[in-house]
């Protein structure tokens, strides 16, 4: 994955290189004119003509100069390609045998990820708790952007699903430490766009409100669907469905 930063520079050496080509032809186009004024009688006419088309192309060369310059423009953002991350699915039965039922699977069709299957509905000490995600390793310096971006759709709009992230904090003594904010989505693809400033910090599902999500040492990403998250009454087990586009965003774009 190449960084926007890194594309952004080659992108300005290509504008100066464009620049400095333009500014040649200018300089070549004013001597013409130079020449011709110098050359030619002194005829009102003839003056009054070589003035207008030096005019005119000065502003052929102003707006060759401004349209390379948007062309070359950018705004800088990083992509993280879904479809060829190492992603691993994990439930309440994979990570607690014992009491945990719930089951998914992770399929890559068309260009998507779908992350779908049955969320159990285990009681624990403060009501029903249950979970599946998915999860992959990242390196993500968060630092220069302002918003996560991906657009997803969901077999029930109803089901509330969370994108958690890891830094270089997640060992904790009482536990593992995320960075978590929720979101729905509709039955037809939605554009879901969190700022990275929302998160919050977790540990076994509660708030840790000492801790700061470290933006330069992002190390994992997540999808997750959690029974404590959805409303009361919602079946169970739940039967869920989450399509994720091939392409999460980091973007700075209101």
Not at 191 to 204: A, E, T
Request: no cysteine; charged share 20%.
């Amino acid at each position: 994955m190449v960084s926007s930063r890194y594309r952004l520079s080659e992108n300005g050496s290509k504008s100066g290189r464009s620049g400095e080509n333009m500014r040649s032809r200018s300089a070549s186009r004013t001597r013409l004119i130079a020449i011709l004024f110098l050359s030619s009688p002194k005829n009102p006419n003839m003056i009054k003509k070589l003035v207008v088309a030096g005019i005119f192309l000065t502003l052929i060369n102003f707006t060759n100069r401004a349209s390379a310059e948007v062309s070359n423009f950018e705004d800088p953002k990083q992509a993280l390609v879904t479809i060829e991350a190492p992603w691993v699915v994990k439930t309440d039965k994979t990570e607690r045998p014992s009491v945990g039922s719930s089951a998914a699977t992770l399929l890559k069709v068309d260009n998507e990820l779908q992350f779908q299957g049955e969320l159990a509905a285990i009681s624990g000490n403060e009501g029903l708790v249950g979970f599946a995600f998915i999860e992959t390793p990242v390196f993500l310096d968060l630092t220069a952007y302002k918003y996560i971006e991906f657009y997803a759709k969901s077999q029930d709009p109803k089901v509330v699903y969370t994108l958690k992230i890891k830094d270089d904090q997640e060992e904790q003594s009482a536990g593992i430490l995320t960075f978590e904010q929720e979101f729905v989505v509709g039955t037809e693809w939605t554009r879901v766009k969190l700022p990275v400033s929302h998160f919050q910090p977790k540990i076994r599902g509660k708030l840790a409100n000492n801790f700061e999500l470290h933006l330069s040492q992002v190390r994992s990403l997540s999808f997750q669907i959690n029974r404590s998250n959805q409303e009361v009454g919602s079946p169970i087990p739940l039967q869920f469905a989450l399509d994720i586009s091939s392409k999460v965003y980091l973007i700075n774009q209101d």
